[in-house]
């Protein structure tokens, strides 16, 4: 939790998120409806509303995908991750039912990033930011 116990807001949450080492952009998603809330960082190859909404029918396919769940019941799936040449995507599901649900899209450098270390203090950002258990 933030200073005085209160929970992490928007505008908190990605600028926290910005501070992880390699992170060259976030968006805050809707789910439902596939638009950006809020933004940080470089948005040079794809407006972060174009952006969000092709990674609503990401996560919505995989969701939708049985080949991709692991068959515990009651389990949900938290992040899926995406990688590139030069970088990767961690797509993370907040608290909730998909239907509403807000997920966050981060961009990480290669070079600069840390997979590892990025995934654990994006999960503890957004425990924060949700106010509870996240992942």
């Not at 972060?48 to 389990?75: F, K, N, S």
Request: proline fraction near 1%.
């Amino acid at each position: 939790m933030t200073s005085g116990g209160a929970v992490l807001g928007v505008d908190g949450c990605l600028e926290r998120i910005m501070d992880i080492p390699g992170a060259r952009s976030a968006t805050l998603v809707d789910g439902a409806s596939g638009l950006a809330i809020a933004a940080a960082g470089l948005h040079n190859v794809v407006d972060q509303h174009e952006g969000a909404a092709a990674t609503t029918d990401i996560v919505r396919a995989v969701l939708d995908c049985p080949a991709l769940t692991t068959g515990h019941d009651g389990e949900d799936l938290t992040e899926i991750i995406v990688c590139g040449t030069h970088g990767y995507h961690l797509l993370n599901l907040v608290n909730g039912d998909f239907d509403g649900r807000l997920f966050v899209h981060v961009l990480f450098d290669d070079d600069t990033g840390n997979l590892a270390m990025a995934r654990f203090r994006l999960h503890g950002i957004l425990a924060e930011f949700a106010g509870g258990d996240h992942g």
